[in-house]
Antibody, heavy 120, light 111 residues
Framework: EVQLVESGGGLVQPGGSLRLSCAASGFSFSNYEMNWVRQAPGKGLEWVSYLSSGSTIYYADSVKGRFTISRDNAKNSLYLQMNSLRAEDTAVYYC??????????????WGQGTLVTVSS | QSVLTQPPSVSGAPGQRVTISCTGSSSNIGAGYDVHWYQQLPGAAPKLLIYGNSNRPSGVPDRFSGSKSGTSASLAITGLQAEDEADYYCQSYDSSLSGWVFGGGTKLTVL
């Protein structure tokens, strides 16, 4: 059974940093594209970042230059380093596995999410 | 606003059929990129409902179907059930933004 478990969320002040983790199990992690998707309170879904099974990385314009995605295949884990956090980054952050290929990729499995709150 | 446009809400009585539209542009749906649909039950994470425009993952009832034409896509739900009450999102890829995009979401109410 595919499982994705996020951790690392919490309350942080504007300008602060946070590192999210996603522990994967039930599939061959190193072979899959992985993503972070977020959802602000009461709002819709927003794709944040993509990391291929190789080293191709993409970011949404809203987080480019502030967030860094990475993975450790030996630990079956995905990470999101978030710096210079702003109030508008407040959201539930989901780890999602990529299914398919490239632009036609979908998010076929999701974690339960971890809440990040940016506030003073 | 979202790159993909969905109606904010739709409703229907049990047993009825409803459709949810998803309108894009020439840089996403119209460029030939697949459309995928997700169901988000209250308080839960999203779940993949339809992938590759019209394919159902294992375990998704055949009451759910998807289609795509030109710059738009649609999700149809037949034989509405109370458990279908949820938020539904379409998703595709946008070549102008070089990233994946979602619709704003549609809240389905079963009357």
């Amino acid at each position: 059974e595919v499982q994705l478990v996020e951790s690392g969320g919490g309350l942080v002040q504007p300008g602060g940093s946070l590192r999210l983790s996603c522990a994967a199990s039930g599939f061959s992690f190193s072979n899959y594209e992985m993503n972070w998707v977020r959802q602000a309170p009461g709002k819709g879904l927003e794709w944040v970042s993509y990391l291929s099974s190789g080293s191709t990385i993409y970011y949404a314009d809203s987080v480019k230059g502030r967030f860094t995605i990475s993975r450790d295949n030996a630990k079956n884990s995905l990470y999101l380093q978030m710096n210079s956090l702003r109030a508008e980054d407040t959201a539930v952050y989901y780890c999602a596995r990529g299914g398919g290929y490239g632009g036609n990729s979908r998010f076929d499995y999701w974690g339960q999410g971890t809440l990040v709150t940016v506030s003073s | 606003q979202s790159v993909l446009t969905q109606p904010p809400s739709v409703s229907g009585a049990p047993g009825q059929r409803v459709t949810i539209s998803c309108t894009g542009s020439s840089s996403n749906i119209g460029a030939g990129y697949d459309v995928h649909w997700y169901q988000q039950l209250p308080g839960a994470a999203p779940k993949l409902l339809i992938y590759g425009n019209s394919n159902r993952p294992s375990g998704v009832p055949d009451r759910f179907s998807g289609s795509k034409s030109g710059t738009s896509a649609s999700l149809a739900i037949t034989g509405l059930q109370a458990e279908d009450e949820a938020d539904y999102y379409c998703q595709s890829y946008d070549s102008s933004l070089s990233g994946w995009v979602f619709g704003g979401g549609t809240k389905l109410t079963v009357l």
